[in-house]
Protein backbone atom coordinates (compact mmCIF):
# COMPACT_ATOMS: atom_id res chain seq x y z
CA UNK A 1 0.00 0.00 0.00
CA UNK A 2 1.19 3.35 -0.72
CA UNK A 3 0.25 5.94 1.11
CA UNK A 4 1.12 9.88 0.70
CA UNK A 5 0.75 13.06 2.70
CA UNK A 6 1.59 16.26 2.64
CA UNK A 7 1.94 16.12 6.40
CA UNK A 8 3.95 13.57 7.54
CA UNK A 9 1.78 13.44 10.91
CA UNK A 10 -1.22 12.34 9.06
CA UNK A 11 0.41 9.21 7.41
CA UNK A 12 2.26 8.42 11.11
CA UNK A 13 -1.62 8.48 12.16
CA UNK A 14 -2.84 6.48 9.20
CA UNK A 15 -0.41 3.39 9.94
CA UNK A 16 -1.05 3.73 13.42
CA UNK A 17 -4.76 3.20 12.46
CA UNK A 18 -4.11 0.49 9.94
CA UNK A 19 -0.97 -1.70 12.40
CA UNK A 20 -4.71 -1.94 14.86
CA UNK A 21 -6.67 -3.32 12.70
CA UNK A 22 -3.96 -5.38 10.30
CA UNK A 23 -0.71 -6.94 10.40
CA UNK A 24 1.58 -5.13 8.62
CA UNK A 25 5.06 -3.96 8.36
CA UNK A 26 6.82 -0.68 7.00
CA UNK A 27 9.04 -0.92 3.98
CA UNK A 28 9.70 2.60 4.17
CA UNK A 29 10.01 4.96 1.66
CA UNK A 30 8.81 3.77 -2.17
CA UNK A 31 10.91 3.47 -4.73
CA UNK A 32 8.71 1.19 -7.43
CA UNK A 33 4.94 1.37 -8.02
CA UNK A 34 2.98 0.26 -10.92
CA UNK A 35 6.17 -0.45 -12.88
CA UNK A 36 6.86 3.49 -12.53
CA UNK A 37 10.95 4.38 -10.33
CA UNK A 38 10.42 7.10 -7.59
CA UNK A 39 13.03 9.10 -7.37
CA UNK A 40 12.49 12.11 -4.81
CA UNK A 41 14.40 15.23 -3.55
CA UNK A 42 12.89 15.84 -0.12
CA UNK A 43 15.21 19.31 0.41
CA UNK A 44 13.05 20.54 -3.12
CA UNK A 45 10.29 18.87 -2.20
CA UNK A 46 10.02 17.18 -6.14
CA UNK A 47 9.31 13.88 -6.93
CA UNK A 48 9.97 12.03 -10.71
CA UNK A 49 8.59 8.76 -12.11
CA UNK A 50 10.14 6.90 -14.55
CA UNK A 51 9.09 4.69 -17.00
CA UNK A 52 12.53 4.18 -18.48
CA UNK A 53 11.97 0.01 -18.61
CA UNK A 54 8.43 0.11 -19.72
CA UNK A 55 10.08 1.91 -22.48
CA UNK A 56 13.00 -0.56 -23.14
CA UNK A 57 10.52 -3.23 -22.94
CA UNK A 58 8.57 -2.13 -25.97
CA UNK A 59 11.74 -1.13 -27.83
CA UNK A 60 12.99 -4.51 -27.23
CA UNK A 61 9.09 -5.83 -28.58
CA UNK A 62 9.35 -4.07 -31.58
CA UNK A 63 13.36 -4.86 -32.50
CA UNK A 64 14.19 -1.13 -31.90
CA UNK A 65 16.87 -0.96 -28.76
CA UNK A 66 19.50 0.20 -31.15
CA UNK A 67 17.56 3.88 -31.89
CA UNK A 68 18.61 6.98 -30.48
CA UNK A 69 17.14 8.65 -28.18
CA UNK A 70 15.44 11.86 -28.73
CA UNK A 71 13.26 14.72 -26.27
CA UNK A 72 9.62 15.40 -28.38
CA UNK A 73 8.43 18.68 -26.78
CA UNK A 74 4.83 18.38 -26.58
CA UNK A 75 2.24 21.02 -26.53
CA UNK A 76 0.65 22.09 -24.03
CA UNK A 77 -2.51 22.55 -25.92
CA UNK A 78 -2.10 19.12 -27.18
CA UNK A 79 -4.60 16.98 -26.03
CA UNK A 80 -5.08 13.25 -26.97
CA UNK A 81 -8.70 11.93 -26.53
CA UNK A 82 -10.17 8.30 -27.01
CA UNK A 83 -12.43 9.83 -29.80
CA UNK A 84 -9.39 9.92 -31.71
CA UNK A 85 -9.01 6.57 -31.57
CA UNK A 86 -10.68 4.16 -35.18
CA UNK A 87 -14.08 3.32 -34.37
CA UNK A 88 -14.70 0.67 -36.70
CA UNK A 89 -14.09 -2.71 -37.95
CA UNK A 90 -10.45 -0.59 -39.18
CA UNK A 91 -9.12 -1.09 -35.06
CA UNK A 92 -9.49 -4.51 -34.91
CA UNK A 93 -7.38 -4.85 -38.44
CA UNK A 94 -4.82 -2.51 -37.20
CA UNK A 95 -4.12 -4.41 -33.68
CA UNK A 96 -2.74 -7.07 -35.68
CA UNK A 97 -0.34 -4.46 -36.99
CA UNK A 98 2.83 -4.25 -34.91
CA UNK A 99 3.40 -0.66 -36.03
CA UNK A 100 0.40 -0.02 -34.63
CA UNK A 101 1.24 -1.73 -31.65
CA UNK A 102 4.13 0.01 -31.56
CA UNK A 103 2.87 3.49 -31.83
CA UNK A 104 0.35 2.96 -29.55
CA UNK A 105 2.67 1.82 -26.84
CA UNK A 106 4.16 5.21 -27.33
CA UNK A 107 1.21 7.06 -27.63
CA UNK A 108 0.09 5.88 -24.12
CA UNK A 109 3.14 6.64 -22.87
CA UNK A 110 3.57 9.81 -23.77
CA UNK A 111 -0.47 10.41 -23.22
CA UNK A 112 1.07 10.75 -19.33
CA UNK A 113 3.10 13.39 -20.29
CA UNK A 114 6.27 11.58 -20.86
CA UNK A 115 7.36 13.19 -23.68
CA UNK A 116 11.59 12.26 -23.43
CA UNK A 117 12.23 8.92 -24.27
CA UNK A 118 15.46 8.77 -22.40
CA UNK A 119 16.02 9.70 -18.68
Given at each position: ?16 Q ?33 Q ?68
Amino acid sequence: MLIAAINKAHIQKLKAQLKKEFGMKDLGGTKKILGMEITQDRDSSRLWLSQENYVLKVLERFNMTEVRPVTTLLASHFKLSSMQCLQSPEEEKMHRVPYASAVESFMTWSALGLTSLCS
